[in-house]
């Protein structure tokens, strides 16, 4: 019964070790970014995923720090309402097809459209609010379950937060933890059920604007 406790100093020091060396690595990502010229881009409103296909024409991207192209001439096409699974090893490029999607980073060659307009005449920021992003470790905040999906929008009332978990599947699972939505998670009070409530929690907090936007409209 005592040796979990006894090995809990070491675990924390290897999550803290874990944690330094992300740190690290991201670090060095932003001064590559940093270091790298920025592309000036349009102002133009981009058309919505919901209405227009979304198209990677002949796209080719080389990250600065690695000689070799992650992706060559990739050709995709996104239809509205369209489930798409984008599978490869590890490096293959999957991350950086995102990064592209989101506007994240520009096409070495290439370009990305949606019905047919070039998104590198149109304002990255309209075009991330048309688009929800789920990464495979979405981060806690200290804080309480309520709180953490408020990050989409900080004045959503309960009703809004519930809906919203609703939306993405989790309102069912936070209704069976011990402190419902003011459940503390994140910080070493972290509950453990798994990635999937992690990304189940992450689409709520996105589901908050697409509440708030159907209630708008």
Not at 160 to 166: C, I, L, Y
Not at 201 to 212: D, H, K, S, T
Request: proline share 7%.
């Amino acid at each position: 019964m005592l040796a979990p406790e006894l090995y809990l100093p070491l675990r924390n020091l290897a999550a803290q070790y874990h944690a330094s060396a992300d740190g690290l690595a991201v670090g060095e990502r932003l001064l590559d970014l940093a270091e790298e010229p920025e592309r000036p881009r349009g102002g133009a409103r981009p058309p919505s995923p919901r209405d227009a296909s979304v198209r990677l024409e002949g796209v080719s991207f080389t990250y600065s720090a690695r000689p070799a192209s992650v992706l060559t001439g990739l050709d995709l096409e996104l239809e509205p309402g369209e489930t798409v699974a984008l599978t490869g090893p590890s490096g293959a490029g999957k991350s950086t097809v995102a990064a592209l999607l989101l506007l994240l980073a520009d096409p070495t060659a290439g370009r990305v459209t949606a019905g047919g307009v070039d998104l590198a005449g149109c304002d990255p920021v309209a075009w991330r609010a048309q688009v929800a992003w789920v990464p495979q470790r979405p981060t806690l905040f200290r804080g309480t379950v309520a709180d953490n999906i408020r990050l989409g929008d900080a004045a959503a009332s309960d009703a809004a937060v519930r809906e919203a978990a609703a939306q993405a599947g989790a309102d069912g699972f936070v209704r069976e933890l011990p402190g419902g939505y003011e459940t503390v998670v994140g910080d070493g009070a972290e509950l453990r059920p798994g990635d999937r409530w992690r990304q189940r929690r992450a689409l709520a907090r996105r589901g908050i604007e697409e509440a708030l936007l159907a209630v708008a409209l």
